[in-house]
Structure formats: C-alpha cells, structure tokens
C-alpha cells in the first residue's frame, strides 16, 4: 500500500488535476476533439474527489467536482441584471431585411459602410453567466430583461459552461473584473427525442418540445435532476459590464466577431458557423444556404441572427422598444400554423392503444397540408384542455407527425366541447382497460379487434418489416373485409383468384400482390421479430434479439433474465417479448406461418466482422438504396448511424453530398470512403 499523501502532495496534485480535466472539458465541448477517453477522464475526477475528501479544506468552488450540489432549493432567488437583456425584432424575407438596412444606415454617417455579424439563431432559453476574476459565480436567467432568476446551482452541472475562463496571452485582459457571457441554454434534438422515448416506453406524458424541457429542467430546484438531463450551453455575448461607456467597452471588445474569437479562447463552444458579412448579398446568401441545412444542426433554429459587427456602433444606434437597432432575427417560414379542431376521434393501434386524434381543418404547415394530428393519449389532451371546436396551433417539425401545441382558449365562443374518451373500442365495442393502474394508454384488449389486425398486418408488411409491396392499408382493409385474411399469416394463402374478386384488383395488380408475398417466405430474423409488433421493439431491438437468439424458437422461450441481461434490452423489453410468446393466440400465429412455408433465416454469423463500427452513408449510392446499405452493414454486426457524430468510424461518400456533411466528416477526423470501399468492406 502506498502511503496517503502529505496536505502539500494533495494540493500539488489537485491543482495537476483540475487543469488536465478542465483540458479534457475544452477539448471535448469547444473543439470536439478527446484527448482522452471518458472512462480516463471520470478516473481523473475520482482520483480528484478522493484527494479532496481526504482534505476538504483544498475545496475550491470552481473545482471540476462542485459541479453538482447535494442540496435541494426551496426557491430561486432574484437577481438583476448588469445590464437589460434585450429580445430582437423579427423579419421575415429579404424586403424586410433590407428595409430595417436602409433605416440603419440613415442613422450613420454619410458614406460609411456596414459590415454584419450572422449567427444561427438557437432555440433555447437566454442565459447570463457572470465570472468574477475569471471564476464562474453566477447564472441568471432572461427573466423580464431586467431581472432574472439566480440559477447558478443548475448551470454549474451543464459541462459546455467552464466553471474558470481559459487563460491565453491574447485574451488574458478578460480575466479580471467582471466578464459576463451571454448565450443560449438548449437541449439537443437527440436527447430530446431519447427522453421522451423513455417517457413514452414507461407510459409516461411527452414533453412537448426541446425548448420548453430545457427551460423546465433550468428551472429544477433539485440540482441533480437537472445533472441529468443533457443541457449545452451555446454564447452569442461577450461583455465587459464595468466598461461603463461604449468606447471602453469597445476597446475591450471591438467587434462581435472579435467577441466570438474570445468566447472560444476562453472555453465556450461560439457556433462555427458565425461569419462577418460585407453585404446585404452576403447575408442572403447565408439565409438560403441555412434553409435546409439548418435541420442537420444538434439543436433547433428557427431562424438567423444578424448584426452591427462593430459594436460601439451597435451601443450608438440605441434600443427601440425591447429590441436593439443594430440587430435582427430572419424566420424562416413557419413550421406553425393555427386552425381548427373539427373533431377528435379515437384510433386503435395494432397494441390496441388508444389513441385520440385531432381532425383539423386543412392547414399548410412547413409545406404540407395537414389534416390530422395525434394527441397521444388522453391526459394529454386534458392537459392542454383541447376541445372540439377550438382554435388550435398545429406544430410540425422536420418529418415529424404534426402535433397540436396548445388550444388558443381566448378564441374560444362557448359552443366548443371537451372530449370524452369512449368507454368501448369505437371498433369491435369492446370495453377498453387500462392494463396498469399507472398507464397513460386506454387499450382495446380485443385480439381479433379489425383495427388491430389490419394495423398489425401492415406493420408487418410495412417497408421496416418484410417489405411486401401492394399491403398498404387500404388493401389489407379490403382483404379483411373480404374475409380472405384474418392476421399476418393469412397473408401467405392469398391466391391470384381469390384476390381478383376484389373490386380493388385487377390482372396484373393480383398477380403482382401475390408473386411479393411468395417472396417473403424466408425474411432475415431481425425484420420477422420486428414485423410481428411486439410492444417496445424497434428496429435495433429486433436486430439485436436476432443477432441473440439466431433463431425464433430461442426467443419464444428465452425468460426475463435472460433477455433482460442482453445489452441494449431493458426490463420493458423483457417483460413485453415474454408476455407476447406467452399469449396462445401467438402460438397458434406461430404455427401457422409454419405451416404455410413462412421460414425466418438462422441467423449464422453473431457480432460480425463490423461488430463495434459505426457507418454514416451520406448522398446518393449507386448498387444500393440508403435502406438497403443499412440493412447489409447491420447484417455484418455493424452500427448505421442516421448523422456523423465523434463515434463514427466510417463516412460513406455517395453522390451529390452537401458541403457541411464532409466538412463535418473532415473536422472530427472521421474516414471517408467510397461506396467501392464500402462493397469490398461488405463482401
Ligand atoms: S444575439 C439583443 N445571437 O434570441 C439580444 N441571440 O429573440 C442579442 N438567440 O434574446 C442576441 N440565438 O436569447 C443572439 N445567435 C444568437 C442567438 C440569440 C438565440 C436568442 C437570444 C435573444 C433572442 C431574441
């Protein structure tokens, strides 16, 4: 055993530690790079906490391991701010943009000539976090603009915010008095849609967006809470709030483009794609270039901020209303819009959930016309109290299913009625249940319920699945309605005669159906399991119970510990597969797909010689479609990741990429191959 070190060995070593951490913490949030592993890191911090128990009194709080507090606050207390912070106007295309121009430069001086400062602007909640001497010692929410909430405790866990300035030569004069750094707190895209997929699995109510459970989890007395749930922080000020006029101010930081070359200097992840722009050209050049490429950001815009770049002209053109002169926020088109609800309706799921949905007047929203929208479940629409007849905003994000964001109550006329959820599947009649007091989900517990079988039919005929081409739901609805199928497996006695009595199909359409069905007799493993619907299994779940299992009769009779033990299968997912092999009527579905000749392929090959490589395809391959590389480098035991991230081992370069994915690629040092790469890799 080696000896414990003396008090002036534990303060040599701590204050090594701290510096090689806070290393680690400015390589990985600012320049995306590690200079070591995460478990090397954690290993630091708990060499870092041990010495600091041993002697409590070298505890400074600035220290990487006071990031989170055990306590829990009874209120946040207010604060103001040093000085107001200020919203910005909105335009809306470039004729608006050009006026606000055009009023600017009547302001100057004849002659002079602007230049800009544009950065994404990031859908988030406004922070300001003051240092002392360099030292992080408050955060203050937005607030009213004058006052705000002191949220120092929470923002201290979010790990993009250095808990000390950086020291460099440059930028050194920022490290005494008081600096204070202005930006965004935002959750990102991932970890959102994580989150409320983990909510969605425990039967729990959505979040309705990042912003809003970003704000909420600012907003948690309990620090720990907040330590664990993923928050970035992202700056877009940088100010000198003891400069008490804009000429020092100015001498300090001269310009935002300067501010932004400080804020990464001194530990802040600034947005790599602010640029100064000379013209009006330029910065509409910047709006378009945005437009689409904006989606593959890790958090949400809605838009682009332009500004003064000088700023003792900034401060000169003054403040109008909430809003600085100097500066303005372009919106792209909505992604909202508002209409009405002309009803709800109850739809049954293939699990028999029972979904309530909106049926809206038509809407464009984000360019697509939306006439429906999903309410998830019935305590969500109590509590955004959505009724019949109400005034509605619809949201749409991405591809995302459009969603209802919230009633617009003053419009309301006294003729709108709140929805009741039917006591009885709108279906079959049959009495819905809840299957745990707890559940979010009304369910039809009818197995032979027509909704449910046709839902469960077009799962499993869905592109996903097996892929049969012609079983889309208006099909199947037909078929069932026929009486010619009944659940997945009748799918496979479908015969040319018996589909050309339908109205629905003619000659060649009959022919095509059946000759696909035939086709799928023997499915990979992984999209048979996906295919039949079991609650909680996705499309890695199945691969991963495939990959396990190898064959189908191994996973009918794995038990909750063993499937529980495998990686990347919780509890929810155990409990589910069982329950699903235990019900007679799947076994007799079992037997029949059997007995028809439908025979899922062993699986030979587990892991795989791509087991722990990450792929990304990016444009367009010429031998194969997006999907179906997926499918080949899944097969292989290989990782298909939807967008570049520090894990990727392999970028595919297709045709006709973007810019920003290779730029991307090339910044975090990932490979790029070609699609011949990738077929020898595969062959
Ligand atoms: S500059 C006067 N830059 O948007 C405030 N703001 O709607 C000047 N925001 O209050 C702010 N991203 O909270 C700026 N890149 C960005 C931004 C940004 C998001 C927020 C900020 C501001 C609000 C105005």
């Given at each position: 055993?080696?000896?414990?070190?003396?008090?002036?060995?534990?303060?040599?070593?701590?204050?090594?530690?701290?510096?090689?951490?806070?290393?680690?913490?400015?390589?990985?949030?600012?320049?995306?790079?590690?200079?070591?592993?995460?478990?090397?890191?954690?290993?630091?911090?708990?060499?870092?906490?041990?010495?600091?128990?041993?002697?409590?009194?070298?505890?400074?709080?600035?220290?990487?391991?006071?990031?989170?507090?055990?306590?829990?606050?009874?209120?946040?207390?207010?604060?103001?701010?040093?000085?107001?912070?200020?919203?910005?106007?909105?335009?809306?295309?470039?004729?608006?943009?050009?006026?606000?121009?055009?009023?600017?430069?009547?302001?100057?001086?004849?002659?002079?000539?602007?230049?800009?400062?544009?950065?994404?602007?990031?859908?988030?909640?406004?922070?300001?976090?003051?240092?002392?001497?360099?030292?992080?010692?408050?955060?203050?929410?937005?607030?009213?603009?004058?006052?705000?909430?002191?949220?120092?405790?929470?923002?201290?866990?979010?790990?993009?915010?250095?808990?000390?300035?950086?020291?460099?030569?440059?930028?050194?004069?920022?490290?005494?008095?008081?600096?204070?750094?202005?930006?965004?707190?935002?959750?990102?895209?991932?970890?959102?849609?994580?989150?409320?997929?983990?909510?969605?699995?425990?039967?729990?109510?959505?979040?309705?967006?990042?912003?809003?459970?970003?704000?909420?989890?600012?907003?948690?007395?309990?620090?720990?809470?907040?330590?664990?749930?993923?928050?970035?922080?992202?700056?877009?000020?940088?100010?000198?709030?003891?400069?008490?006029?804009?000429?020092?101010?100015?001498?300090?930081?001269?310009?935002?483009?300067?501010?932004?070359?400080?804020?990464?200097?001194?530990?802040?992840?600034?947005?790599?794609?602010?640029?100064?722009?000379?013209?009006?050209?330029?910065?509409?050049?910047?709006?378009?270039?945005?437009?689409?490429?904006?989606?593959?950001?890790?958090?949400?815009?809605?838009?682009?901020?332009?500004?003064?770049?000088?700023?003792?002209?900034?401060?000169?053109?003054?403040?109008?209303?909430?809003?600085?002169?100097?500066?303005?926020?372009?919106?792209?088109?909505a992604e909202q819009a508002?209409?009405?609800?002309?009803?709800?309706?109850?739809?049954?799921?293939?699990?028999?959930?029972?979904?309530?949905?909106?049926?809206?007047?038509?809407?464009?929203v984000a360019g697509s016309?939306v006439?429906?929208a999903?309410?998830?479940?019935?305590?969500?629409?109590?509590?955004?109290?959505?009724?019949?007849?109400?005034?509605?905003?619809v949201h749409k994000a991405g591809d995302i299913i459009p969603e209802?964001?919230?009633?617009?109550?003053?419009?309301?006329?006294?003729?709108?009625?709140?929805?009741?959820?039917?006591?009885?599947?709108?279906?079959?009649?049959?009495?819905?249940?809840?299957?745990?007091?707890?559940?979010?989900?009304?369910?039809?517990?009818?197995?032979?319920?027509?909704?449910?079988?046709?839902?469960?039919?077009?799962?499993?005929?869905?592109?996903?699945?097996?892929?049969?081409?012609?079983?889309?739901?208006?099909?199947?609805?037909?078929?069932?309605?026929?009486?010619?199928?009944?659940?997945?497996?009748?799918?496979?006695?479908?015969?040319?005669?018996?589909?050309?009595?339908?109205?629905?199909?003619?000659?060649?359409?009959?022919?095509?159906?059946?000759?696909?069905?035939?086709?799928?007799?023997?499915?990979?493993?992984?999209?048979?399991?996906?295919?039949?619907?079991?609650?909680?299994?996705?499309?890695?779940?199945?691969?991963?119970?495939?990959?396990?299992?190898?064959?189908?009769?191994?996973?009918?009779?794995?038990?909750?510990?063993?499937?529980?033990?495998?990686?990347?299968?919780?509890?929810?997912?155990?409990?589910?597969?069982?329950?699903?092999?235990?019900?007679?009527?799947?076994?007799?579905?079992?037997?029949?797909?059997?007995?028809?000749?439908?025979?899922?392929?062993?699986?030979?090959?587990?892991?795989?010689?791509?087991?722990?490589?990450?792929?990304?395809?990016?444009?367009?391959?010429?031998?194969?479609?997006?999907?179906?590389?997926?499918?080949?480098?899944?097969?292989?035991?290989?990782?298909?990741?939807?967008?570049?991230?520090?894990?990727?081992?392999?970028?595919?370069?297709?045709?006709?990429?973007?810019?920003?994915?290779?730029?991307?690629?090339?910044?975090?040092?990932?490979?790029?191959?070609?699609?011949?790469?990738?077929?020898?890799?595969?062959?």
């Amino acid at each position: 055993m080696s000896t414990p070190p003396t008090k002036a060995q534990a303060a040599e070593r701590i204050i090594k530690l701290r510096e090689l951490i806070n290393d680690y913490r400015y390589h990985y949030h600012v320049l995306d790079e590690s200079i070591m592993s995460e478990a090397a890191a954690d290993s630091l911090k708990h060499e870092l906490t041990q010495l600091e128990t041993e002697y409590p009194e070298l505890i400074t709080p600035d220290s990487p391991t006071q990031r989170v507090a055990g306590a829990v606050l009874s209120k946040f207390e207010s604060v103001e701010h040093s000085q107001r912070m200020l919203s910005l106007n909105d335009v809306f295309d470039t004729e608006e943009l050009t006026a606000w121009e055009t009023r600017i430069e009547k302001l100057m001086p004849e002659g002079s000539k602007l230049e800009y400062f544009a950065d994404i602007k990031m859908d988030g909640l406004a922070c300001a976090l003051r240092y002392q001497d360099g030292v992080l010692v408050r955060g203050i929410t937005r607030g009213d603009g004058f006052v705000g909430e002191d949220v120092t405790t929470n923002i201290r866990t979010i790990e993009s915010i250095p808990l000390v300035l950086r020291s460099t030569k440059e930028y050194d004069h920022l490290l005494h008095g008081a600096t204070e750094v202005r930006g965004e707190i935002v959750m990102y895209k991932a970890d959102f849609a994580a989150l409320n997929a983990a909510r969605a699995a425990a039967d729990k109510p959505l979040y309705a967006n990042p912003r809003n459970t970003a704000a909420g989890t600012i907003r948690q007395l309990d620090t720990r809470l907040v330590a664990a749930r993923k928050l970035y922080f992202r700056p877009y000020d940088l100010r000198r709030p003891e400069a008490d006029d804009a000429a020092r101010a100015a001498s300090e930081i001269p310009t935002h483009a300067y501010a932004y070359q400080a804020l990464r200097s001194l530990g802040f992840l600034a947005n790599p794609d602010a640029k100064v722009m000379t013209s009006l050209d330029q910065i509409v050049d910047f709006i378009h270039e945005w437009e689409d490429k904006r989606q593959e950001l890790p958090f949400n815009t809605d838009g682009l901020v332009v500004k003064v770049n000088d700023r003792v002209l900034y401060e000169r053109l003054g403040v109008v209303g909430k809003a600085p002169r100097a500066a303005v926020a372009f919106k792209y088109a909505a992604e909202q819009a508002t209409t009405k609800v002309i009803d709800i309706f109850v739809s049954i799921g293939r699990t028999g959930a029972a979904t309530p949905v909106a049926m809206l007047a038509p809407v464009v929203v984000a360019g697509s016309t939306v006439q429906m929208a999903t309410l998830h479940n019935e305590s969500e629409v109590q509590r955004k109290d959505i009724r019949i007849g109400d005034t509605v905003i619809v949201h749409k994000a991405g591809d995302i299913i459009p969603e209802v964001v919230e009633p617009l109550i003053k419009l309301r006329n006294g003729t709108e009625k709140p929805f009741k959820m039917p006591e009885f599947c709108p279906d079959c009649n049959t009495r819905l249940v809840k299957l745990k007091a707890d559940d979010a989900a009304w369910r039809c517990p009818n197995e032979a319920c027509p909704s449910r079988s046709w839902k469960r039919i077009e799962h499993f005929a869905s592109k996903t699945a097996l892929d049969i081409e012609g079983l889309g739901e208006k099909n199947v609805i037909a078929l069932i309605g026929a009486d010619l199928v009944k659940d997945q497996a009748d799918i496979f006695t479908l015969t040319k005669e018996a589909v050309l009595n339908l109205d629905r199909f003619a000659e060649v359409s009959a022919t095509k159906l059946v000759t696909a069905i035939q086709a799928k007799k023997q499915p990979t493993l992984a999209r048979f399991i996906y295919g039949l619907g079991i609650r909680h299994i996705g499309v890695q779940t199945a691969i991963d119970l495939a990959n396990h299992f190898r064959n189908i009769e191994a996973l009918a009779a794995a038990t909750i510990d063993e499937l529980a033990d495998i990686e990347g299968v919780g509890e929810v997912v155990a409990e589910s597969v069982v329950e699903w092999f235990a019900e007679p009527a799947n076994h007799k579905l079992l037997a029949k797909f059997k007995q028809y000749g439908v025979e899922p392929q062993e699986v030979k090959q587990v892991g795989g010689k791509l087991s722990g490589q990450n792929f990304v395809v990016t444009g367009s391959l010429e031998s194969m479609g997006r999907e179906q590389a997926a499918e080949r480098i899944r097969a292989l035991g290989g990782t298909f990741q939807s967008s570049i991230g520090k894990d990727t081992d392999y970028l595919v370069v297709g045709a006709n990429v973007g810019a920003s994915k290779l730029a991307k690629a090339a910044k975090l040092g990932t490979k790029q191959i070609t699609e011949t790469d990738l077929l020898e890799i595969l062959s």
